[in-house]
């Protein structure tokens, strides 16, 4: 199936209960490991006739479930209660449990060939993990335990290279350091300030933050992802933000804001031939919005039936899985004629 | 209509008043009294006793303005559908937890009291903000006073240096000067907003010491002409704010931290609402017997759990760094802690994984003199949708708070020939809390 940005549209939902936060996919497939608020860890066919979620087991995670990765053959969670688990997929039981943070683990992510699973937390601690062993292979440490106004930071994004060579992790307020997986040594940083709102004066204290990472498909490009200054910080109220660097000349090539679809960028990903993105989250709804990534401008969007905290793309870009509040949507961007391939179109 | 209780015969021009029975000089009549009690049958007279009880008592109020979580806070649910992703934490007190955002405060929870049980019904901010300062609701027939201005006048010293009153709050938003109604601008905070020392507080260079005595002279004797014949405790407490001005003038030392020793500002740390803790207890320490320290903005319609990390993490420390200074310096047993707010936020967390406004079930903490500590009062439904046990309204949280510094809930204060008792009508004071 040929992938068609500008035919993107919602073909399935799902209701769930509770807010689903995270989600990995059995490639190939439409086969969903997504957990959420209610502590689970859920598997569902989202393309069968009736998907119906079933979780895996009655007792898993002791708090919210932030982050679940697939790699090679381990699934991985990890959630507010500090800890990483392995399951196995095909029994639904624990395989191990690892107290893996001393505070709250915002996202896990496996590297693209499946050998090491990512982690980060409030503890403000990256942790590279054996996919397969569990052990620790290394620390990354360059984020700032409190922000500039002497609050605590969040370490809220992780993500790896299409080729696994690196990983970039982004914090609340805006910085971006990019690390060979290899060494674990720092290789770049980055700034992007604009995504933490700190208000000093009405309400005094902060939100925002850098919640999305994503390299592009030949590995130049790096997006980060949130929310734009906010004038009322008590709601979501502002421009969703994607910032899109030239990692390794440390320029920041575009500045993407969206007052339309106002809220948190929670998830970016580019799709398999690189030429446009899709950058999804919300604020009380959501929004699912793809953009060209040579120029930065606005290809398609839609309205999202929920908040949408993470989404997984089918390995032709023409579908995505979405997971968030209380739904699980599934889009569709595939091309009228796939005999005839599209040339992205984009809007003014 | 005399109520049980009450100092009063029914006439203003009557009543045994604090005031009246200590006059000026009230320290060292104190003294004296120390020092020859068996001359005086005053002692076995209640009121007395009373007056001297609550002696040196005083006030710091944390008020969450915007309205804090009491699931983020007091009243933990893990594990629940509405109790979000945070732990409860075992506290000093056994069986009594909190959420694991108070570490530090879970460590002082035996000299603390949680009331878990607040059902004050009004979930908007002003209207909530109203209902909890006052302890009653409005009543368009009168101007109540709020609890600082009550504390002041019931606590405060007629030769008194300081201010009565004093009232912190920097955030711009629902920000609230406080009022002190019927009982007039004697009673009013001191309130600042921009600055943590207060301005306009000096003498002007162009104006000598001299000078500056002749105007307050010519004032008085002005006002004294303005309110022959008129017969006006309003008046009373306008000319009585200006007779304590240098005074207060006097008190500007007491908010420059940078008077304390750099181990104690260091303590306190460098955000804002831990040094404003700081300028408390200097104020508590040198006798204003209420300061409030307004900490805003709780109002987490979106990311309550990160605002609540953010604020919870100030609480914390400002807190329980205000507690253990005053405890080491013996302050603790005369001074009540509180943390209150409008109102509490919902069990439901919405799509943006906020929480709204919710005053049907929420909590508030006490800490300090008259507090039996390590107690957790009230209880609600699993999930926090309701009170379960122990409901608590404004104004019983009123009569609890004056019973714990030793003020008689039902004292009377006449506004022209109407009695009104300190707490509202018919509220007494939770027991299980005081001790």
Redesign the interface.
Known sequence: MTADPTQLKITTQINISGTALCVTRVPESGKLYFGGSDFKLYRVDSLSEKPTPTALAEKGHDSYVTGVALAGASLVSGGYDQRLIWWNQESGEQVKAVDAHDLWIRKVVASPDGSVVASVADDMHCKLWDAATGQLIHQLDDHKAETPHNYPSMLYAVTFSRDGKWLATGDKVGHIAVWDTESGRKIAELEAPKLYTWDPRQRRHSIGGLRSLAFSHDGRLLAAGGIGTIGNIDHLGGPSRVEIFDWQKGERVHEIEDDKYKGLVEQMQFSHDGKWFIAAGGDNGGFFSIYNTETGKLISQVKAPMHIHEFSVSEDSSSAFAVGHGKIALFELKSVRPDVPPAPETKA | MKRPGSIFCGSSDHGLSRRAFLGTGAAATAGTFAADMTQLDAFKNEVVAGELKKQGKKVILLWLA?GASQFETWDPK??R?TG????AIQTASTGVQISELLPKMSQHMDKTAIIRSLNTRVGDHGGGAALMETGRKKDPGILYPDLGAVVARELGRADSQVPDYVSMY????GRRKGTSGFLGSRYAPMFLAEKPIPENMRRLDTISDVDHQDRAELRSLLSKQFVQGRKSDTLGSHTSAYQRVRGLMASEQLFNIENEPDAVRARY????FAQQCLVARRLVEAGVPFVKVA???W?????NF??H???C??LDHAMSTLIDDLDERGLLKDTLIITLAEFGRTPT??????RDHFANAWSCSLTGTGIRGGVAYGKTDPDGHNVAEGEVGAGQLFATILEALGVDPEKEIFVGSRPIPLADFGCHAVKDVLI
């Open positions: 915007g893990p594990g559908p979000g992703p945070f732990r920097t955030s711009t938003e740390g460098p955000r804002q900490r805003a903005w109002d987490s319609h979106g990311q990160e605002t990390r953010e604020l993490a100030d967390i919405n799509a943006s994984l906020g």
